[in-house]
């Protein structure tokens, strides 16, 4: 029989209302939540369970980040520098990458684009148990044109028969997501558009009809209005960034439950030297307005959205950004964790603390409905069950 463990004394914040509950246990077993409920009524169901006492701390669901990049996160240089690493290069960073999202509390991902599909290997690893990290599902390269959007990583296609011969191929490998890069920003220099439409309607519609028809859903990088709209008419399922949106937009959004993840915490770490041109830090100070109004009107209106944190981002001052625009504590609570799992089709198994979900926790030394910051205060991580000291990672 498997071993059982009993977790007692610790506030547990369930992901569900929002509220927190003293006095309650989570039973876990085989990698499962068994059983959620009062101390008394679970010790005697639980005989022989180890107890694991946690007093004045804060249990939450594993968090989700459904903007990862996990072969380049944080990687300084050009865009030619960080797309020409070595392959070997690329992967050693991955596993530092994926420990370093585990030490963050983030128990799931949804990687949005690498080289070469390597994330697709990287996703295999963790999901195959290879080593210890992040569940995961991936993007394998998104689709660009030719000079286009990010072409440095991603895949160029130039007429509807490339897009879908692209597609058609990374989902052969085992995609979860096909993604458009719909924009593409400059705002090198004075009087430069920041941001401007990358790839075609026409271009997304295709290859969205095509990942749909397989089961797949779709994503897009989109920071100008036209791109969001553009998307949307391709029948996009999540807009990531999402930076210049109205309220039309929005409303839209709104009502066809397509999601917004902000991504917008990652403007602040741009300040800092990180190998990039020149264009690199006005672009970040040009966008971030725009960003913090979006937000503030996707939030208003009902739009759901999930935390990503793309290259720059963390959960900390993305919760700072998030509040900024009028949401409570406890709605970042769910958006980083039941709103990710909804958006990535997975809320039967994560995402809340629930009988029947799989055990993934984090435990907080703080309480997170009090303030941003505790968000970022994880002590412990626990992934399928298995108790992970983020201090004894090797990152
Ligand atoms: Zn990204």
Redesign the pocket.
């Known amino acids: 029989m498997n071993k059982q463990t009993l977790i007692t004394d610790a506030v547990i914040i369930d992901g569900t209302a929002g509220l927190a509950q003293q006095n309650k246990a989570i039973l876990i077993e085989n990698g499962m939540i068994t059983a959620v409920g009062s101390v008394t009524d679970l010790r005697s169901v639980a005989e022989g369970a180890d107890i694991m006492a946690l007093p004045g701390r804060y249990i939450v669901p594993g968090f989700i980040n459904v903007?990862e990049?996990v072969l380049t996160r944080r990687a300084r240089g050009s865009a030619s520098e960080r797309a020409g690493a070595t392959r070997d290069v690329h992967l050693y960073r991955a596993l530092r990458n994926a420990f370093g999202c585990l030490a963050e509390g983030f128990t799931t991902i949804r990687d949005?684009?690498s080289m070469d599909c390597l994330g697709l290997d990287v996703k295999k690893a963790l999901n195959d148990g290879v080593f210890v990290g992040p569940r995961m599902q991936a993007v394998s390269q998104g689709l660009t044109v030719t000079g286009g959007y990010a072409h440095q990583f991603f895949k160029e296609v130039d007429s509807e028969v490339e897009v879908r011969k692209a597609v058609g191929e990374m989902i052969k490998r085992g995609v979860d997501w096909v993604k458009c890069m719909a924009s593409i920003e400059w705002s090198k220099a004075e009087g430069e558009p920041i941001s401007a439409v990358n790839i075609s309607t026409a271009f997304m519609r295709e290859a969205f009809d095509i990942a749909h028809h397989h089961g797949k859903r779709c994503m897009v990088?989109a920071v100008c209005k036209e791109s969001i709209i553009n998307s949307l008419d391709a029948g996009v399922d999540s807009v990531?960034h999402g930076v210049m949106l109205d309220e039309i937009v929005a409303e839209r959004m709104a009502k066809d439950g397509v999601y917004l993840v902000p991504?917008i915490s990652g403007w602040c770490e741009r300040q800092n030297d990180w190998g990039r041109d020149a264009g690199h830090v006005r672009h970040a100070n040009l966008m971030r307005p725009y960003h913090d109004r979006s937000v503030q009107i996707a939030h208003s209106l009902g739009v759901k959205m999930a935390y990503g944190s793309?290259?720059f981002g963390n959960l900390v001052d993305e919760v700072r950004a998030l509040q900024e625009a009028g949401m409570t504590l406890s709605d970042c609570l769910i958006l980083a964790t039941r709103n990710g799992a909804e958006l990535l089709g997975i809320n039967d198994m994560v995402g809340t603390i629930e009988q029947g979900k799989r055990a993934d926790l984090v435990v907080l030394g703080s309480d997170p409905l009090e303030s941003a910051e505790a968000f970022g205060d994880v002590h412990l991580v626990f992934r399928d069950g298995r108790k992970i000291d983020p201090n004894l990672l090797p990152i």
């Open positions: 903007h990049h949005a684009g990088h990531e991504t793309d290259n």
